[in-house]
T-cell receptor, first 117, second 117 residues
Framework: AQSVTQLGSHVSVSEGALVLLRCNYS??????LFWYVQYPNQGLQLLLK??????LVKGINGFEAEFKKSETSFHLTKPSAHMSDAAEYFC???????????????FGQGTILTVHP | EPEVTQTPSHQVTQMGQEVILRCVPI?????FYWYRQILGQKVEFLVS????????KSEIFDDQFSVERPDGSNFTLKIRSTKLEDSAMYFC???????????????FGPGTRLTVL
């Protein structure tokens, strides 16, 4: 069974500061991990994904995440926050196992990022 | 860029009424999903659909729920007799799952906000 824990339901940073959103996972199969972003009144948009290639994954809008198997973590970072980054961010793990499952996503609780001027 | 679309964007219904939420997945995708997000809670998996049948469903997806792919483009979620607790944002997603040895992400629609009075 898969599970995801996002530490911190709210994170507040100043514009230009480092963004760090934490995600820890539990998975019974080699994990496929995703970060999605949800802007107000919109759907979920993929930021980046880890699918067993490089452990440091770069995504859109300057975000990146590092897969650390030993820590079962997949934290999302951005060196310099922008006002437009204000949104809710979801970490998710897939139960896909190379053709024997259907890729159900299990989401974390979400982290609301606020960016102050 | 291809996208998943959902209609309506907002549905208000009386308790006990039937509702049908509609989705048009990305055209070459073969895997379809419904998720829901109750206000203030995490995104939850409801059901996955592949090869014209349900491949997996959660315990939330009881006999009141059904899914259908009535033609080559639409994917619907029906709730037969709505309850107050069905009020949520419902997201449709689609994926082509696995190409060139890589597990692909799910693409989400903008959601349908269902309000049950």
């Amino acid at each position: 069974a898969q599970s995801v824990t996002q530490l911190g339901s709210h994170v507040s940073v100043s514009e230009g500061a480092l963004v760090l959103l934490r995600c820890n996972y539990s998975s019974s199969v080699p994990p496929y991990l995703f970060w999605y972003v949800q802007y107000p009144n919109q759907g979920l948009q993929l930021l980046l994904k880890y699918t067993s290639a490089a452990t440091l994954v770069k995504g859109i809008n300057g975000f990146e995440a590092e897969f650390k198997k030993s820590e079962t973590s997949f934290h999302l970072t951005k060196p310099s926050a922008h006002m437009s980054d204000a949104a809710e961010y979801f970490c998710a793990v897939s139960d896909f196992a190379g053709g024997t499952s259907y890729g159900k996503l299990t989401f974390g609780q979400g982290t609301i990022l606020t960016v102050h001027p | 860029e291809p996208e998943v679309t959902q209609t309506p964007s907002h549905q208000v219904t009386q308790m006990g009424q039937e509702v049908i939420l509609r989705c048009v997945p990305i055209s070459n995708h073969l895997y379809f999903y419904w998720y829901r997000q109750i206000l203030g809670q995490k995104v939850e998996f409801l059901v996955s659909f592949y090869n014209n049948e349900i491949s997996e469903k959660s315990e939330i997806f009881d006999d009141q729920f059904s899914v259908e792919r009535p033609d080559g483009s639409n994917f619907t979620l029906k709730i037969r007799s709505t309850k107050l607790e069905d009020s949520a944002m419902y997201f449709c997603a689609s994926s082509d799952m696995w190409t060139r040895g890589e597990h692909n992400e799910q693409f989400f629609g903008p959601g349908t906000r269902l309000t049950v009075l």
